[in-house]
Nanobody
Framework: QVYLAESGGGLVQTGGSLRLSCVASGSTLSINTMGWFRQAPGKERESIAAIRWSGRSTYYADSVKGRFTISRDNAKNTMYLQMNSLKPEDTAVYYC????????????WGQGTQVTVSS
């Protein structure tokens, strides 16, 4: 079992920055991939970034490419999402997730953190 806890959300103006953190605990050696998702009101949950727990492979959705950066610190069992040039359409609840396989559905989810970008 892996437990995930996000932090770092908040209210920011358009063009501002935030850094989200996701701390993993429990059976962290089983993690293959971690990712960030977001869900805006009335919309489906969207996968926005992912990173292999070992190696350098990353993924970004087109909607955040060039503005968001995913990274990890294995020693701290922590994943980050640096969000720059934020837009009102980035407003959503952001979730971190982890999976034990290299592809497919995620096995573990955090509780989410709210990000609100004001215009």
């Amino acid at each position: 079992q892996v437990y995930l806890a996000e932090s770092g959300g908040g209210l920011v103006q358009t063009g501002g920055s935030l850094r989200l953190s996701c701390v993993a605990s429990g059976s962290t050696l089983s993690i293959n991939t971690m990712g960030w998702f977001r869900q805006a009101p009335g919309k489906e949950r969207e996968s926005i970034a992912a990173i292999r727990w070992s190696g350098r492979s990353t993924y970004y959705a087109d909607s955040v490419k060039g503005r968001f950066t995913i990274s990890r610190d294995n020693a701290k069992n922590t994943m980050y999402l640096q969000m720059n040039s934020l837009k009102p359409e980035d407003t959503a609840v952001y979730y971190c997730a982890a999976r034990e396989s290299g592809s497919g559905a995620y096995d573990y989810w955090g509780q989410g953190t709210q990000v609100t970008v004001s215009s």
